[in-house]
């Protein structure tokens, strides 16, 4: 089956800085790969999606990459902000709906 | 609008005991799933269902039964607690419609179990 792997499992940042979280994964016929956030006390919410026909996707100051060669995508937050700080989670499945693998989550602490 | 409801939200078990956890959806949605989160191992599918009267294994199936007897809910029971079930339980669920299905799982938010 699917294997997700999520690096770091912590990532301190300074107020305004930049986050990078990245995963890999291991079954070359996953084609979907959310990303998920978890505030503390909440269920994880999607915050971003790519598809593997996209190499890139972005919404405000959060985008996602694919590399589906090397097998890995990135999570990229710019100008970190206070309320960023949550556990977020990559994902991956073959295709939108069915069972979803996660990766262990990263913990993302933004100093102000 | 409530979306996703779990309850109970806290539990404390002895070994042995079991207990059913309930999870309710508005959303008309077909799948439905349940999770549990350890530290550092993410969130591990333990079984789901794709509608009403239907059920399957997840990753993690083992000391656990689920019932999907309404399409709006989906129960997680353990017959005979372990401590090793100790975890944060999540129910979520997705549409699975045509045009409109975009993949998103919409999550409750959790039940602590503690098994002693």
């Known amino acids: 089956g699917e294997n997700v792997e999520q690096h770091p499992s912590t990532l301190s940042v300074q107020e305004g800085d930049s986050a990078v979280i990245k995963c890999t994964y291991s079954d070359s016929a996953s084609n979907y790969f959310p990303w998920y956030k978890q505030e503390l006390g909440k269920g994880p919410q999607l915050i971003i999606d790519i598809r593997s026909n996209v190499g890139e996707k972005k919404d405000q100051r959060i985008a996602v990459t694919l590399n589906k060669t090397a097998k890995h995508f990135s999570l990229h937050i710019t100008e970190t902000q206070p309320e960023d700080s949550a556990v977020y989670f990559c994902?991956?499945?073959?295709?939108?709906?069915?069972?979803?693998?996660f990766g262990g989550g990263t913990r993302v602490l933004v100093k102000p | 609008n409530a979306g996703v409801t779990q309850t109970p939200k806290f539990r404390v078990l002895k070994t042995g005991q079991s207990m059913t956890l309930l999870c309710a959806q508005d959303m008309n949605h077909e799948y439905m799933y349940w999770y549990r989160q350890d530290p550092g191992m993410g969130l591990r599918l333990i079984h789901y269902s794709v509608g009403e009267g239907t059920t399957a294994k997840g990753e993690v199936p083992d000391g656990y039964n689920v019932s999907r007897l309404k399409k709006q809910n989906f129960l997680l029971g353990l017959e005979s607690a372990a401590p090793s079930q100790t975890s944060v339980y999540f129910c979520?669920?997705?549409?699975?419609?045509?045009?409109?299905?975009?993949?998103?799982?919409?999550f409750g938010e959790g039940s602590r179990l503690t098994v002693l």
């Open positions: 979520a669920s997705s549409y699975s419609g045509h045009k409109a299905y975009t993949g998103e799982l919409f």
């Open positions: 994902a991956a499945t073959k295709a939108a709906g069915n069972k979803l693998t």
